[in-house]
């Protein structure tokens, strides 16, 4: 597996392929913006015309494209699973709803070639260090002839199932959490802040005991920002849980927190924060349970 | 500060007693049961046959009762309050809803008396080593008069205001995120179940990822389990969840979040399974998203 095919060059996918060049794979690479192909031409890697080119002869092709929806223009309508050498894999690592991913495997399968859903978790940090998390679903040979690329992409490598979309479905509960954990944390520092707590106590001793989080300890910081930068946006999360309703919906599956949680993101997007960093999540909740700071003087 | 009384030696007020003795203070304690009284006085405690004969002429009375009516009766219906030397300390450690700890702070100070609002998080563990989290809201110079005492027990010890009821409003968030945690692992257990997600692998995935939380590394495991042994209860979490809902309703604060945890765990407690560990919430997921066992063959 010596020529790789990389499709989606973004904010996670050229360091990505970065890793995999200084692995030592031949790496052709393919994405609408010019400036990511640069960057990998000058680290040693090569660029590509189209996906078709990119993925023309090689033994891999990974997709770190945005959604199912590109997934499947690059490989069935841009002609990528078609170039690609016969015996090749094709390794589906943009977050994805798992029946679209399970649906992608198929057509994948009965073109011939084989199969890996192995959706990242680890943000731009794990993708630039090599430290991503990786849930990959495949048949247990083709996760054998997947490992060694997988492994220079990330040091937490699980092989959750041999079904596509199983690895999708991982991402899918792990966002769930995120999401759920993340509108939490707001909701905590809404009942808090009503009580007139001292927000930056709260934290200490909530990110101290048993009610700690992840998420808490990573966004509850921003929470007390008014302006945090933006590490992750709102309207990433309204995505992540409209995926993970989708796979609840499919499985006939009822998830009340994470439907909660996930009107508090589309309101956050509707009241205008959509872009704003996800923990201004708790921007809902103000809305929700604070008098607007425009209209306290008048009642 | 050298006289304490201490009424309430359960499963954490006993261990908790018995740290103040080794601290050195002179701790006379009521309680129900006399093994717990005979515990104190083998460590070196002595016995009072009442809650008012524990605090007669104390500096301190600290209360480690089940919950505000028990603080109540014991303070004004017990005499245990008429009884406390004119310039002692109460200090209320029990788990109580905010606006009821506010109500019993205001008619101990009206009697002259001081008052202290420190709910504990930490646990059985966290009792018997000392390591207590204490979430302490009081007045600066009587916060200043209880520290001595207070930090015999905690190693974690917050100022959080000098409102009583304040403490137990950290403590109701600190619960409130408890609580959505425990639910929240639940639910991503019965949506990965559904797709037949090994959950030993899935776990292991979550508790190293940014899904993690305490809870679902310390409950987990046990959703493992179909009997685990009790921790602690789901009726636990059917009172904090309803405390916590009874601080949104009292300061008109909406928790979806917190809402929707409550009603899984009165489901798993409806369902029969109140006494069971807390982590059994995933019962009444299972009521919710899985065909009972004795009706899969029915079709």
Redesign the interface.
């Known amino acids: 597996m010596a020529g790789i095919g990389f499709v989606g060059l973004g904010a996670m996918g050229l360091p990505m392929a970065l890793r995999l060049v200084a692995a030592g794979f031949a790496v052709r690479g393919f994405d609408l913006k010019a400036a990511a192909l640069d960057a990998l031409t000058q680290a040693g890697g090569t660029r590509a015309a189209s996906a078709a080119e990119a993925a023309a002869g090689t033994d891999a092709l990974v997709l770190m494209v945005v959604n199912s929806a590109q997934a499947r223009a690059v490989l069935f309508d841009g002609g990528a699973l078609a170039a690609l050498k016969s015996s090749a894999v094709v390794i589906l690592m943009a977050t994805c709803a798992?029946a679209d991913t399970a649906g992608i495997g198929e057509e994948v399968e009965a073109a011939g070639r084989r199969f890996v859903d192995a959706p990242v978790?680890?943000?731009v940090v794990g993708a630039t260090g090599g430290t991503l998390?990786i849930?990959a679903a495949a048949r247990n040979e083709v996760f054998a002839a997947a490992r060694p690329l997988l492994a220079a992409l990330g040091d937490?490598l699980?092989h959750?199932?041999e079904?596509p979309?199983?690895g999708a479905?991982?991402k899918?509960?792990?966002?769930?959490?995120?999401g759920?954990?993340i509108?939490?944390?707001a909701?905590?520092f809404?009942?808090?802040g009503?009580?007139?707590?001292?927000r930056r106590?709260?934290l200490?001793?909530?990110s101290?005991?048993?009610?700690?989080?992840?998420?808490?300890k990573?966004r509850g910081p921003r929470m007390l920002e008014d302006e945090p930068a933006v590490a992750s946006a709102v309207d990433i999360f309204v995505k992540d849980l409209s995926l993970?309703l989708d796979?609840?919906r499919a499985?006939?599956?009822?998830?009340?927190?994470?439907?909660?949680?996930h009107?508090?993101f589309l309101a956050a997007s509707g009241l205008g924060h959509g872009g704003a960093d996800d923990s201004q999540v708790l921007r809902a909740y103000r809305a929700?349970?604070e008098e607007p700071p425009s209209r306290t003087g008048e009642g």
Do not use: Y
């Open positions: 798992p978790s680890g943000g998390t849930m937490k699980f959750v199932g079904r979309g199983q479905m991982v899918t509960v792990n966002q769930l959490l995120c759920v954990h509108a939490a944390a909701e905590a809404s009942l808090a009503k009580a007139g707590i001292d106590i709260l200490e001793i909530l101290g005991s048993a009610a700690s989080s992840w998420m808490l990573d993970v796979a609840g499985g006939k599956a009822a998830l009340p927190l994470a439907a909660a949680a009107q508090m929700l349970n």
